[in-house]
């Protein structure tokens, strides 16, 4: 589907957005592996989100929606059931990759596949550590989904460093570590999202660069109730369309402000944003409160490498802002951008020269100059709901609009996008 857009002149307002999508798969698979019945309120009713449902629905947790409350009864400890057919994690690395970590320690044989963009990234990053664990898991030849994984009489802790910064690889480790009884043992230099670890109260010692993590049977989880918080990475695309269109102001409620995911937040500020945080409150070991944004002046500022991976998933909105700012943007030490839902430096720098701006393109990065063109540009999301989204935002903040090909992808995050654009402009 191509969605038209066309330049918005202000906004106000108040959102409340769905749950964050990080925190919403954890719970729903932290609900079906706890013994009994737990209760999810302002879950994520993302795509994602709705493929870990369907997964765990498939080894046997029951799942059923009551107004806004999700409610899971769980199987316990090592009693998921053996799924009859392949576990579908359609587009969502968290689901393939957590699950992973799951599966390697029941007494079944499972199978795990996804779609045509799921099944080219990589799965040795999990695969590796887990066999060093003792799981038997196998990837395809070329490293890459379908995973097949076989039950192991031998699965034992490990003590291990992260070769790359990914909560994805870091949460699979603990999800099959917190089925045995010795503690394993991970080490992080650059902090990534931890809400794997606050979940489940699992200790973290911090080290002069980084902290260790111990993750063992006492940190398996119990039946719990949550609201969840909202989704911050969904958020960024209204603050920066807020903060970028004239007399403009928004309330966005209620969003997590966890510290391993407010990079945006910090640099968007440090960038000239008028950005405020109100009624915060400390639920489940996770931060939220309410973002008040204003129009504002921005400048591009230097982004430095260890804010990464706090920001990974705002990079497509960030470099949109950047664009509208003062002086060039640029973005280095990111090639994990390269093998999210698309090449996301490929996607974000071939929309960027449609829009007529000077683009380098590196390895692990670009950089953006130039004055964006006034004519209607035609973008293309390559399937990507991060880069429809961002690139949505441009066509809004662009004099002559723009559209948006494959637009459907915001599905995958958030299906409500443009009704929330629509409740306040
Ligand atoms: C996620 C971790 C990040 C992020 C992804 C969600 C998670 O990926 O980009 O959207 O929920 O753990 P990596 O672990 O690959 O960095």
Redesign the pocket.
Known sequence: MIKEFIKINSLKGKLLLPGD???S??AVMFAAMANGKSNISNCSNSEDVNSTMNCFKQLGAEISFNDKTIEIIGLGFKNLVKSNSNLDAGNS??TA??ISGILSAQNFSSNINGDESLSARPMM?IVKPLQSMGAKIKASESGTLPITINPSDYLHAIDYEME????????AIILAAIHLSETTSIIERNP??N??ENMLGVKTEKLLDGKKIFASKENYPNPFEMTIPSDI?SASFFIVLTLLSKNSELIIQSVSLNETRTGILEILKRMGANIEIDNIILENGEMRGDIIVKSSKLKNVDVPSSII?NI??EIPILSVAGVFAEGNFRISKAK?LR???SDRIKSICNNFKLAGLNIVEFEDGFEISGIPTNAKVAYESYGDHRIAMAFAVMAMLSEFGGSVNQFEAVNVSNPDFLNQIKAIV
């Open positions: 999508k990080s925190i798969h954890r690395g968290t990759r957590l990053r790359i910064s990914s909560a994805q690889v870091k949460s990534t999202r809400h794997t990475s991976p990974i998933d994990e093998v999210k839902e």
